[in-house]
T-cell receptor, first 110, second 112 residues
Framework: SQQGEEDPQALSIQEGENATMNCSYK?????LQWYRQNSGRGLVHLIL?????REKHSGRLRVTLDTSKKSSSLLITASRAADTASYFC??????????FGTGTSLTVIP | DTEVTQTPKHLVMGMTNKKSLKCEQH?????MYWYKQKAKKPPELMFV???????INESVPSRFSPECPNSSLLNLHLHALQPEDSALYLC???????????FGPGTRLTVL
């Protein structure tokens, strides 16, 4: 079964607005990662947060992790049309067990 | 070189054919992965190679057979596939298992 569930399933915002996606998972993890996928193409790694970290930033991205609630969020600030893509969280359990969440489809309207 | 390459980009095969998908990276990564992704679904992990040894097989049917000839190459041998195996097959690599993964563009497989 899938380790991660994401919400919302789809999100549509205006350019310049912030986008927030949430990920919940079921078991203890080593780390949690966020990826972006443009339609039908390979995935691009965005950010990795380890189980002992609570928050991480990278450019316009901010990721939080709450291990007590088994949840994470990805915030994209000042969104651009080029941010339109599917976003997946992924959890690493042991280094060899790696599960993607259900994904959020983000549309940024110019 | 920070690229993972996959060949072919597209593959159409019959249920009795034997074909192979290829993946290559030259980043010195010691972990390589095969994923299967159906339309509008997340990638599902099929195989992980860590230091050229198969470290986990996610109960994938035996008609899929992975091979890691060396630390830069990963193959997926296909035999007697079913139409439901049609999907995007993604290869990825990471420095070590569990860390940031670099993905190839995928092979879109259609089984007739």
């Amino acid at each position: 079964s899938q380790q991660g569930e994401e919400d919302p399933q789809a999100l549509s915002i205006q350019e310049g607005e912030n986008a927030t996606m949430n990920c919940s998972y079921k078991t203890s993890i080593n780390n949690l990662q966020w990826y972006r996928q443009n339609s039908g193409r390979g995935l691009v790694h965005l950010i990795l947060i380890r189980s002992n970290e609570r928050e991480k930033h990278s450019g316009r991205l901010r990721v939080t992790l709450d291990t007590s609630k088994k949840s994470s969020s990805l915030l994209i600030t000042a969104s651009r049309a080029a941010d339109t893509a599917s976003y997946f969280c992924a959890t690493d359990l042991t280094g060899n067990q790696f599960y993607f969440g259900t994904g959020t489809s983000l549309t940024v309207i110019p | 070189d920070t690229e993972v390459t996959q060949t072919p980009k597209h593959l159409v095969m019959g249920m009795t054919n034997k074909k192979s998908l290829k993946c290559e990276q030259h980043m010195g990564h010691r972990a390589m992965y095969w994923y299967k992704q159906k339309a509008k679904k997340p990638p599902e992990l099929m195989f992980v190679y860590s230091y050229e040894k198969l470290s986990i097989n996610e109960s994938v049917p035996s008609r899929f057979s992975p091979e890691c000839p060396n630390s830069s190459l990963l193959n997926l041998h296909l035999h007697a596939l079913q139409p439901e195996d049609s999907a995007l097959y993604l290869c990825a690599s990471s420095q070590v298992a569990g860390e940031e993964q670099f993905f190839g563009p995928g092979t879109r497989l259609t089984v007739l």
